[in-house]
């Protein structure tokens, strides 16, 4: 999917973007953690570089929208805006345990 | 087929809120008649019965094969929202989405 580029995007569409890419980062993180309690781990490594790869297209949008507020450009607040950040911090911690756990299981092997 | 039943399923029934809202303007627009809800992810299981097909976030496409199980039940099809409709918060892409799904099943 290429990377988006928010002068083209409604603001309800940066939002629905930031969620569907933390949301497929978030689906892939949960599931490299199921792949690894079935002893895949190699599916669980290339599973979790993916959801760091879709989070990677969340922070580009991100990153277009912080530099459009540093040249005071007014980012209108929505519901839908602050509910697809919170998406996007909880992916980030999800990665970051997930992560953790995974490594936590092989020890116990 | 009568009234056509959709029921969207995403983690928090948020996002998925809106996109309803999107699909019921396009539904009336074509003079179509149509019921769409959403739902939070620990109440798709509960509602899909009501249901003719289930679309769900991509936040939770890990969880289709398991929907997918629940839903076999009631001969209804699971699938999640194509992404390029999702990202765009395109209500009518969504809805030809679930009326092909419907299709299939038919």
Redesign the interface.
């Known amino acids: 999917?290429n990377e988006?580029n928010i002068d083209v995007?409604t603001n309800?569409?940066i939002?629905?973007?930031l969620?569907?890419h933390?949301?497929?980062a978030?689906?892939?993180v949960?599931?490299a953690l199921?792949q690894s309690r079935q002893g895949d781990e190699a599916r669980a490594a290339a599973l979790l570089k993916e959801a760091e790869e879709d989070l990677n297209r969340a922070h580009h949008i991100h990153f277009q929208m912080i530099q459009r507020e540093a040249s005071d450009e007014k980012i209108e607040f929505s519901?839908?805006l602050m509910?697809?950040e919170d998406?996007l911090m909880s992916t980030l911690t999800m990665k970051e345990l997930v992560k953790e756990l995974i490594e936590w299981g092989k020890q116990r092997l | 087929m009568g009234v056509k039943k959709i029921l969207l399923a995403c983690s928090s029934g948020m996002s998925t809120s809106l996109l309803v809202t999107k699909m019921q303007q396009y539904v009336k627009s074509i003079g179509d008649e149509a019921e769409i809800w959403a739902v939070g992810q620990d109440q798709a299981k509960a509602e899909m019965a009501k249901a003719d097909v289930v679309l769900i976030g991509p936040q939770m496409s890990f969880l289709k094969s398991e929907l997918q199980k629940e839903a076999d039940k009631y001969d209804v099809k699971v699938d999640v929202i194509d992404m390029v409709a999702y990202g765009m918060a395109d209500g009518k892409k969504v809805y030809e989405q679930a009326l092909r799904l419907m299709g299939e099943n038919q």
């Open positions: 999917m988006a995007l309800e569409q939002g629905f973007q969620i569907l933390s949301g497929n978030r689906s892939k949960l599931e199921r519901l839908i509910h697809a998406h």
